[in-house]
């Protein structure tokens, strides 16, 4: 939840600061996550996830989100991992397991979502990559909600 806040605000930042004149340069992409390898497809494609809405936040700061796109393609590419890991049983999910069919939905729903937010990076829309973000970021509690194994640490 405190991510989701910081990220909000970041956008919000965003709106307050749209006037900017754009920089020479586009921002460098985040640095990988100190947590270490992580251990299933899913974590892997939130890592991965979590990442591309790092540079999302970065770029319309920067007022350049051309970076965003490949970010998702590599959230795309790990999506797959994922569908193969829940379909051979190679994961299992942890709160509901009989509840793939919802999980599939709610995925599906919120990969819509990050398809928006590619289009938007590529013609380098700011302001509509900021709000296909928003869109993308609320979807992400529905799932939470009904899937996450554990409560965020506070």
């Known amino acids: 939840m405190r991510r989701l806040a910081l990220v909000l605000a970041a956008v919000s930042l965003f709106a307050a600061c749209r006037g900017a004149p754009a920089p020479e340069a586009t921002p460098p992409p985040p640095a990988p996550s100190p947590q270490g390898p992580p251990p299933?497809?899913?974590?892997?494609?939130?890592?991965?996830?979590?990442?591309?809405?790092?540079?999302?936040?970065?770029?319309?700061?920067?007022?350049?989100?051309?970076?965003?796109?490949?970010?998702?393609?590599?959230?795309?590419?790990?999506?797959?991992?994922?569908?193969?890991?829940?379909?051979?049983?190679?994961?299992?999910?942890?709160?509901?397991?009989?509840?793939l069919a919802r999980?599939?939905?709610?995925?599906?729903?919120?990969?819509?979502?990050?398809?928006?937010?590619?289009?938007?990076s590529v013609k380098n829309d700011v302001p509509a990559t900021a709000e296909a973000l928003g869109r993308a970021l609320k979807a992400c509690t529905g799932c939470h909600t009904e899937f996450r194994a554990t409560a965020p640490q506070r």
């Open 40 to 99: 299933n497809a899913v974590q892997s494609e939130m890592r991965l996830l979590q990442t591309a809405v790092i540079t999302a936040v970065t770029g319309i700061g920067a007022m350049d989100v051309r970076p965003v796109a490949p970010a998702l393609h590599r959230v795309h590419q790990a999506k797959e991992a994922t569908e193969h890991a829940l379909e051979s049983g190679a994961y299992v999910l942890p709160n509901r397991p009989g509840a």
């Open 103 to 120: 999980f599939k939905e709610l995925d599906e729903s919120f990969h819509g979502h990050l398809e928006a937010l590619v289009e938007a």
